[in-house]
């Protein structure tokens, strides 16, 4: 790899890379200090509410609602009578749980006030708190923010929270609950400290190349590590944007001829009735979007007007949405179980319908046709063999979240995994040691990017967007 001489211009060059080209990284700073109070749980009537402060007048502002000259014990609830610290008027009989900083989920002095949940009263406990000198309401996002500039979470983690509180199925679910709990981020904590130690193999080999007692093959340990990293590097960046898609869900079109009761099994599928149903040919004349849970995973669920030439303007309409949506239809029966020459990521499955209507010894079906699904919309047979079906069609576009290494969840991830194996391609080309180590500089800053370090308060901005004012 190396095949020029390490001269004194190069060791110039290496001195002046250290000096003004190395990245930043860390969290931000906290910000002013203040004391920040917000409703964490859901708006609306509920028999429990949880009001949340963090900030150095956490402390004051528990004592002055209670009452009381000191605080309970740390993270253990004690049940108070709250006032308005201004007028002295009862408020609430509540719980109530004081957290020291630094071990609470902002890092800061934080308490919690568990009081009924009607609207009165969190109105009062509100305004009780609002009045309270240093405290101001929070802003949207603004305590799990906190927590990041405290090193509480990663960015990884505080992203994996943000898909915990808006997930709506069991996969999606499991998946942001895995990156709540670091799996990414470690692993790519663990993928930073690789280069760490290649850097400075490389950087050792830089400043004390003539020394004898530098331990042999230094530069090689440096190559074999990249090269390590850049195949695990490459499978992850080969998901297919699965971890993406889990997210913001598949979509499953249902397509046939008229009367084939794809609105049928477009119901069944979503248990409501989102599509009318009628033995008339034709009764859907447009594309029926509704997001279902299919067997846990996050899915878009479209009926189409059925495949035929319509009789008026607005069912030839439909039907030629139906075909943008699902052109690999036109030759089902012959081609269904053919694979794309290209790779295309459509997938299919063939569901013939209204099996209750075959002869019990099955001799009406075709004995050439591909592999398909039976199924009846009418009694629920073979529904369970479609589910499970689907599932497994489903982990294959989405990931499934129970197995394998972690998903990458968002195109930033994409973004600086990219830019870090890019960086590991220039330190393989480079012909100057210089040149080598700051590619690896830049390949960990994309690593350290990714999980929180040096990040712009642009990219933060939008990342926090995403919570509650009470989270």
Request: hydrophobic letters at 40%.
């Amino acid at each position: 790899m190396w095949r020029v001489l390490w001269t004194l211009q190069a060791r110039e060059a290496h001195g002046l890379f250290r000096s003004c080209l190395r990245h930043a990284s860390g969290a931000p700073a906290s910000g002013s200090g203040t004391t920040i109070f917000a409703l964490s749980s859901g708006q609306g009537r509920c028999g429990v509410a949880v009001i949340r402060t963090s900030g150095p007048a956490s402390g004051p502002a528990l004592r002055s609602l209670t009452a009381a000259r000191d605080l309970p014990p740390a993270r253990s609830a004690r049940l108070r009578l709250l006032h308005d610290p201004r007028s002295k008027e009862p408020l609430d009989r509540a719980l109530v749980l004081w957290f020291p900083g630094p071990q609470s989920f902002t890092g800061e002095d934080c308490a919690e006030f568990h009081v009924h949940g009607g609207p009165a009263v969190v109105s009062g406990v509100l305004q009780a708190l609002g009045g309270v000198p240093g405290l101001r309401p929070a802003e949207a996002g603004e305590f799990t923010r906190r927590a990041f500039a405290h090193g509480k979470l990663s960015l990884t983690e505080v992203e994996g929270l943000a898909d915990l509180i808006h997930a709506e199925t069991e996969a999606q679910r499991r998946q942001a609950l895995r990156q709540l709990d670091g799996e990414l981020g470690q692993l790519c904590h663990n993928w930073a400290e690789t280069l760490t130690k290649a850097l400075a193999h490389v950087e050792a080999y830089i400043d004390f190349g003539e020394d004898d007692n530098l331990e042999e093959n230094v530069l090689e340990q440096a190559d074999s590590a990249v090269r390590g990293l850049e195949v695990a590097l490459g499978a992850h960046l080969r998901d297919a944007r699965r971890g993406q898609r889990l997210r913001s869900g598949a979509h499953v079109v249902v397509a046939g001829p008229p009367n084939a009761g794809k609105s049928s099994l477009v119901n069944l599928l979503s248990r409501k009735p989102v599509s009318i149903v009628s033995p008339e040919p034709g009764t859907t004349r447009d594309v029926l979007e509704t997001p279902v849970d299919l067997a846990g995973f996050p899915v878009l669920l479209s009926d189409t007007a059925g495949l035929r030439e319509g009789v008026g303007p607005v069912e030839q309409e439909g039907v030629r949405r139906a075909r943008v949506s699902c052109d690999f239809l036109d030759t089902v029966v012959a081609h269904v179980g053919a694979q794309s020459p290209n790779g295309s990521s459509q997938r299919l499955l063939l569901v013939l319908n209204k099996m209750d209507l075959l002869s019990s010894e099955g001799t009406d079906l075709n004995p050439h046709l591909p592999p398909h699904l039976l199924l009846s919309c009418l009694t629920g047979e073979g529904l369970d063999g479609l589910l499970e079906a689907l599932r497994k069609e489903l982990a294959a576009v989405c990931g499934d979240p129970f197995t394998g290494p972690p998903l990458l969840t968002r195109a930033r991830h994409q973004h600086h995994l990219e830019g870090c194996l890019d960086a590991l391609g220039h330190y393989k080309e480079a012909r100057d040691l210089a040149l080598a180590a700051e590619a690896l500089r830049i390949a960990r800053g994309h690593l350290t990017h990714l999980t929180g370090g040096g990040g712009t308060e642009e990219i933060l901005d939008v990342i926090f967007r995403d919570f509650c004012v009470g989270k």
